[in-house]
């Protein structure tokens, strides 16, 4: 069982926190349910993306291989409650810019990815666009009708849910939800055409207005919003497969939806572990689906929104983001903003501290034995509370304590600069890598940041430290910073940012 993970993560579809069971050799996959690109990415989204992140991050780190699959929905949403008469997000968006719906796609993908790409996120290993995979939607609901888990009416293709409930009762997430659903949905929805109001449509019918149309059995339509994100997942993934993930508002109808898609479809309970993150609160407000509250990322980063004092480091935004427990809530105002960048600027400054600590191998005030193991066992927490359900902000809590037992360290003269090498190579280590390969923070290019880096550079050249050279120079290749030596002979240098 060696093998096999630690990590702990909670199931929102069994409720428990559960080890995660597979091996090194497997390869994993994620399927995150991507962004609707009709308009600015904001920070509703910036969460999903991060949390995702750090979760595909963590599990490489540990050495395991994941497929991490994240769609872009470029088709007409259809959601159990639209208006059928209502026109969809890009269309809108279309008309409003008076382009075509793929233009709006490809406008907001490109600003979509160019925000991500600020956030260090990484990005997906594959992205398919609901549009590119018409084919196989067509495929899966012919597969459904066949079963006679989906029925065809007036060009339009409805999901036979009470059959499904019949036959899979006990594998739903929200089996009351639904029951509200249907005495709210009898009163609202007009939609004759449905055998139950349960009922979802699988492909719509496209009228005379609607722009993005495409050919079918059935007459000329789109295709649904659950459909699409149940096809894409078992075409790249395989059914079953390991994680899906999204946002907790997507848990109903969305994935209610897909997964009695998925389950009717192959006979197989589809996804072992389903992830669910909290929802943005803007100023303590939800953000709405008018996105009349909801604040983009690009205006945070510059400054540019009448709530926001500043502009915000995209860092400050990803910090914001990991300080809450990825289930949790998460706040979203200047203020929260602000305790977020005082905290990366301490995680930061943890990261200066160290560098600039590096022992010289001489030792003037030999450090406790004491000391040092509580400095290791804060160190060793790291993993610890990763693997207890991704829990972000005890992360910080460990990382900063472990600076500020170093300083309290110092007030007795025992400095860190006194620690065997070994020693403060490890914690070190340990420090950098959780700060920029699993929290994924970039280093500020600061001038403070580049006279320690440099300063550090030089004194290993001194030394003929060839390891810690290479070390520095990689670390700030990543930055885009590149250290060249002027003359060979002498340790001076210059750097040239990118
Ligand atoms: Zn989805």
New binding site residues.
């Given amino acids: 069982m060696e093998n096999y993970i630690s990590t702990k993560l909670y199931n929102t579809l069994t409720k428990r926190l559960e080890p995660l069971l597979f091996s090194k050799e497997e390869k994993i996959g994620l399927y995150v349910?991507g962004p609707t690109v009709y308009s600015d990415p904001h920070i509703g989204h910036a969460r999903s993306a991060v949390v995702f992140d750090l979760l595909v991050r963590y599990l490489r780190y540990l050495n395991y291989k994941v497929c991490y699959v994240r769609?872009i929905t470029d088709v007409g949403h259809l959601t159990a409650n639209q208006n059928e008469n209502e026109e969809d997000k890009i269309i809108r968006s279309a008309k409003k810019e008076q382009i075509l719906p793929m233009e709006v796609v490809q406008k907001y993908t490109l600003r979509y990815h160019d925000a991500l790409e600020k956030l260090a996120v990484i990005p997906a290993d594959i992205e398919p666009r609901a549009s590119a995979h018409i084919p196989e939607q067509i495929a899966w609901i012919e597969k459904l009708i066949k079963k006679n888990y989906a029925y065809v009416v007036n060009g339009s293709v409805y999901f036979r849910s009470q059959k499904y409930r019949q036959k899979y009762a006990n594998v739903t997430f929200f089996k009351q939800k639904i029951e509200k659903l249907t005495e709210s949905e009898e009163k609202k929805i007009k939609n004759r055409e449905k055998e139950s109001p349960l009922d979802f449509a699988l492909w719509k019918l496209a009228p005379p207005q609607h722009l993005m149309r495409w050919d079918s059995p059935w007459g000329v339509g789109f295709p649904g919003?659950h459909t699409?994100?149940a096809v894409m997942a078992s075409h790249y993934l395989g059914i079953p497969f390991y994680f899906h993930g999204?946002g907790h508002d997507?848990c109903f109808p969305?994935h209610e939806c897909?997964i009695a898609q998925m389950h009717s479809h192959s006979n197989i309970a589809p996804v072992k572990h389903w992830i669910h993150h909290g929802l943005v609160l803007v100023n303590g407000v939800k953000i709405s689906k008018s996105l009349a509250n909801a604040v983009s990322l690009h205006n945070i980063f510059r400054g540019n929104h009448s709530t926001l004092r500043q502009a915000y480091n995209p860092m400050v935004v990803r910090y914001l983001i990991l300080q809450s427990h990825y289930r949790k809530g998460m706040q979203f105002s200047n203020q929260a903003l602000q305790i977020a960048k005082k905290g990366y600027e301490k995680l930061v400054n943890g990261w200066f501290y160290l560098l600039q600590n590096k022992p010289t191998g001489i030792i003037n005030n030999t450090v406790p034995s004491t000391a040092i193991d509580r400095l290791l066992q804060i160190t060793n927490s790291f993993s610890t509370i990763l693997n207890s359900d991704l829990h972000t902000p005890k992360l910080f809590v460990a990382m900063f304590n472990l600076i500020s037992n170093m300083r309290k360290m110092e007030k007795k003269n025992i400095s860190i600069i006194n620690l065997p090498v070994q020693i403060w190579e490890k914690i070190a280590n340990n420090y950098i890598r959780f700060f920029q390969d699993i929290l994924g923070f970039r280093i500020p290019k600061t001038p403070k940041m580049l006279n320690i880096a440099l300063s550090w550079y030089q004194q290993a050249k001194k030394n003929k430290e060839n390891s810690t050279i290479d070390r520095i120079r990689s670390l700030l290749q990543k930055e885009n910073i590149h250290i060249e030596d002027r003359i060979k002979s002498d340790h001076s240098w210059r750097y040239s940012i990118t």
Avoid: F, M, S, T
Wanted: net charge negative; proline share 0%; aromatic share 12%.
């Fill in positions: 349910c769609n919003w699409e994100c999204g997507l969305h897909e």
